[in-house]
């Protein structure tokens, strides 16, 4: 058998037993420590003999173009971990932080390359495996990156090998280097830079799509990513770009690619080297869970702010300080670093006269207006420690990331959460006072979804992947800022069928509230039909996701929605028309419901079938109607009012920063 045809990890596995049989051995019958060190260092060499045959699957030509190993800052890599600590190291191994970046092996890459043929923009990309590579024959990055008058009209095809993978979640990218040798844009060879593929493979739906439309955008042009240039900072571990300004050139390195175990608990040489001791090990696995070991970083034991900005390192909107440093030899930040030091991490109320901010608003004019909610809640996926450090739980207590998520104990892999933190316990642990009258709190049947604490006070007000996501700023549902910011509030997120009025009323009666003034439509509108309708793209987004919620159609119903749905199919942003999509399926009539939504040709098409099928749905009446819902009792809609309020619709251009 080949080493490439070994399934993976078996000879990582095997390899690392033969060493600890070895170590025993040597402990059991050799003796002395001299000796001793030399079977510890025979195992460390079976264990990268195990990875060699494996990770990039001992091809040279991967090997070269994938970033080359860094040999310094005290790094071990995670396959050293995995000796001492099996537990943590599957758990991780299970976990889409360590698939964020991988070689592009056959194990790896998801999407389908056999003789596919993409076509976008009159351009076309083909994509065929060759055994266990994997290829594109493609046009030139470099064409789209050129704005001179003498631009070629149509831009040169290359071969290129994929080397690198982005994601296994949600979605997946790839990444290429040009060649070395044959036609190439203006005869500039290939100068180390890792380029994305236009196109994104969605995991749940088996299909490619432009990578411009798996976000939510205006669909304008997009030039090609350049992973060196700041994919890398949390995409892979201690990375170290060297970019040469002048040959405009990369020399990237990388200690390891994905979101490995020194990610998170920083370089481990020392503490590797500390515990090749048996007896140290079986000191420390003993001592007090107080003391800790001070050869290693464990997030679990730092304070506070130290504990979630080894978070916050990648969940935040941040500038680095040192842009030149950054381009040569990477982030600076390692975990119990204070991340100040290194960075600054944007608010929305950040001092626009900050030269930093500035550059990144030069950079990208759209930067705060695409993470931030006019309220300076963050709502982009993926900065959710912007979010933890506006929340009063951490500002006046000590709620720290780890106070819901677990890395190594948890149990589903896409959210992470720590097992023992399930429904309301991580917020009792601080609010215990509640325990024993949720019902008294919520106003809401104590095992009701309406007495879940994170559905009050961490809605889905937050957008990325095609999906709503909960906000990560602890705060109270409140009418005001949904009418000064637009941000949905929790209460009408899951009563679809009322008016901001109504909740304004109850929150009044409940907790005290002032009732804020509200214009005609926000008290006889209900709240959800004027976001789907009148709203902007990310209001659309957030109210089309919700219709499929099952809380919120336990709250409000199950049929009436599918009119505004069949709405939002057509929507002008790709990704609130594949929401609505996903939405409809929940619909009874709807399973089979398919809409190419990134043709709008075809949306168009579609919408008139969903209208159709949802008459069908309500013949004997919706489930809901009244003058809120701009429905009545056999389902008819007032067109009137529906045709004024589309007209009123934000369609203002916005682009959230994912």
């Not at 290129?160 to 979640?169: D, F, K, L, W, Y």
């Not at 995409?235 to 300004?245: C, E, K, L, M």
């Amino acid at each position: 058998m080949d080493a490439g045809a070994f399934p993976k990890g078996r000879a990582v596995e095997l390899l690392l037993f033969i060493g600890v049989l070895i170590a025993a051995a040597a402990v059991l019958w050799v003796g002395g420590p001299r000796r001793g060190r030399v079977v510890a260092a025979g195992c460390a060499l079976l264990a990268a003999a195990g990875l060699w045959l494996y990770e990039p699957g001992g091809d040279p030509e991967l090997a070269a173009a994938v970033p080359g190993a860094v040999a310094e800052g005290g790094f071990a890599t995670s396959a050293t971990c995995r000796a001492c600590h099996p537990d943590a190291y599957d758990a991780w191994h299970r976990s889409f932080h360590r698939t964020m970046t991988q070689v592009a092996s056959p194990a790896a890459v998801l999407g389908s390359f056999d003789g596919v043929v993409l076509e976008d923009q009159e351009l076309s990309w083909r994509l065929e495996r060759r055994g266990d590579e994997f290829w594109a024959d493609m046009p030139d990055p470099l064409w789209f990156l050129d704005d001179s008058p003498d631009r070629t009209p149509a831009p040169p095809r290359i071969q290129a090998r994929v080397v690198m993978t982005t994601g296994s979640h949600h979605q997946q990218k790839y990444w290429v280097r040009r060649p070395a040798d044959g036609p190439v844009y203006r005869d500039l060879p290939d100068n180390g830079a890792l380029v994305q593929i236009p196109w994104v493979w969605l995991v749940d739906q088996r299909r490619w799509i432009p990578t411009r439309d798996a976000f939510l955008t205006p669909q304008l042009p997009e030039s090609p990513a350049v992973w060196n240039t700041s994919c890398f900072a949390c995409h892979s571990v201690a990375t170290q770009p060297h970019f040469d300004p002048e040959e405009v050139s990369f020399a990237t390195k990388s200690v390891e690619l994905g979101i490995a175990c020194e990610a998170c608990h920083g370089p481990a040489e020392e503490h590797v080297r500390a515990n090749a001791s048996p007896l140290r090990r079986y000191r420390e696995h003993f001592a007090s869970d107080d003391e800790g070991d001070p050869t290693i970083v464990n997030p679990a034991r730092l304070d506070r702010e130290r504990s979630s900005e080894v978070c916050g390192q990648c969940h935040s909107f941040f500038r680095t300080l040192d842009m030149e440093g950054w381009q040569k030899t990477g982030v600076p930040y390692r975990a119990g670093d204070e991340l100040g030091a290194s960075r600054v991490v944007f608010r929305f109320g950040h001092d626009r006269e900050d030269p930093l901010l500035a550059e990144e608003l030069r950079t990208d004019p759209n930067a705060l207006v695409g993470t931030f909610w006019p309220d300076g809640t963050v709502r982009v996926a993926g900065r959710e420690y912007n979010g933890l450090i506006e929340s009063p739980c951490y500002q006046r207590g000590e709620m720290t990331c780890l106070s819901c998520h677990s890395m190594h104990r948890y149990g589903d892999p896409a959210d992470q959460l720590a097992q023992d933190r399930a429904g309301n316990e991580s917020c009792l642990e601080c609010h215990g006072a509640f325990r024993d009258r949720i019902a008294e709190h919520t106003h809401h049947a104590p095992a009701s979804v309406g007495s879940e604490c994170m559905n009050c006070h961490m809605p889905h007000t937050t957008y990325g992947l095609f999906t709503a996501m909960r906000s990560h700023r602890i705060d109270s549902p409140s009418v005001a800022v949904s009418v000064q910011s637009g941000r949905p509030n929790a209460c009408n997120l899951c009563h679809l069928d009322q008016t901001l009025e109504w909740t304004g009323r109850r929150l009044s009666e409940w907790y005290g509230e002032p009732e804020i003034a509200l214009d005609e439509d926000e008290r006889t509108v209900a709240a959800s039909v004027l976001w789907a309708v009148k709203g902007d793209a990310v209001q659309r987004a957030i109210a089309g996701w919700h219709m499929g919620w099952e809380p919120a159609r336990q709250a409000s119903g199950r049929s009436w929605q599918g009119a505004y749905l069949a709405l939002l199919v057509a929507d002008p942003y790709i990704a609130v028309r594949r929401l609505a999509e996903r939405s409809l399926h929940s619909l009874p009539g709807f399973g089979d419901f398919q809409v190419d939504f990134v043709s709008s040709e075809d949306a168009g098409r579609k919408q008139h079938e969903a209208i159709t099928r949802w008459r069908a749905l309500v013949a004997g009446g919706p489930d809901r109607s009244g003058p809120g819902l701009l429905m009545d009792a056999r389902g008819e809609l007032d067109r009137a009012e529906f045709t004024r309020l589309l007209s009123q619709r934000d369609d203002r251009p916005i682009r959230i920063a994912e």
